[in-house]
């Protein structure tokens, strides 16, 4: 995997950060739509988990890491990763819980016995679909002030961002390089950044899920 890193010495490194720096007032974390989504996120786990750690002992990530095997199955371990943009250990760790609490099944493909395969039980069938009516319910009482058009315009828009989130914050894409192409003062010319997040879309196609 090519890794996008830059070779400049770490004085342009601190000149290059202090030439994006921003004008008094003008941006803050807190206008971040990424700091927007994490709040949004904590307040809706908080309520979900007071039910689903009360209920079946399951942790934010458990639950998590549980709609996506139930909406993408088969699948394996590197592909829950990629879907769930969590990091291994944390993956792991979760997985390890939920295979323990006979939620999730863990079992090499038929097909591919090279390949480990991650399926719900009977049992985590059960578990999700009594949890995913107070996720609807969440996401709906969450959105209850918008019109069908603006629920509909926002889940598209969020689903774009997502898109290109997935591109743009790649592990194949240094930060520096995302400070050059997207900072404050940036030369609005094709860099690094553009041609790492070109290359990954280009090679998405054929990256086989080990």
């Not at 994490?38 to 934010?60: A, D, G, P, W």
């Not at 458990?62 to 699948?75: D, T």
């Amino acid at each position: 995997m090519v890794k996008w890193k830059s070779s400049e010495t770490e004085d342009h490194v601190g000149e290059e950060l202090r030439r994006h720096h921003l004008p008094e007032n003008f941006f803050t974390p807190e206008d971040s739509i990424a700091h927007v989504f994490t709040v949004i996120s904590n307040r809706v786990s908080h309520v979900l988990e007071k039910m689903y750690r009360e209920r079946f002992q399951l942790t934010v990530v458990g639950w998590r890491l549980l709609a996506i095997i139930r909406n993408h199955a088969p699948l394996s371990a590197k592909s829950l990763a990629e879907i769930s943009a969590m990091d291994q250990v944390s993956i792991t760790r979760a997985l390890d819980q939920l295979v323990g609490k006979k939620f999730v099944s863990r079992r090499t493909d038929r097909r591919d016995r090279r390949r480990v395969v991650l399926r719900l039980t009977k049992r985590g069938e059960a578990v999700y679909n009594d949890i995913v009516p107070l996720s609807y319910a969440a996401d709906k009482a969450i959105m209850s002030d918008l019109s069908d058009d603006e629920r509909h315009l926002i889940r598209e828009m969020v689903q774009k961002v997502a898109a290109r989130t997935a591109e743009t914050m790649s592990d194949e894409v240094d930060w520096l390089a995302i400070l050059s192409q997207f900072g404050y003062q940036a030369s609005g010319t094709k860099s690094e950044c553009s041609e790492a997040i070109e290359q990954k879309s280009q090679g998405a196609n054929i990256v086989s899920d080990n």
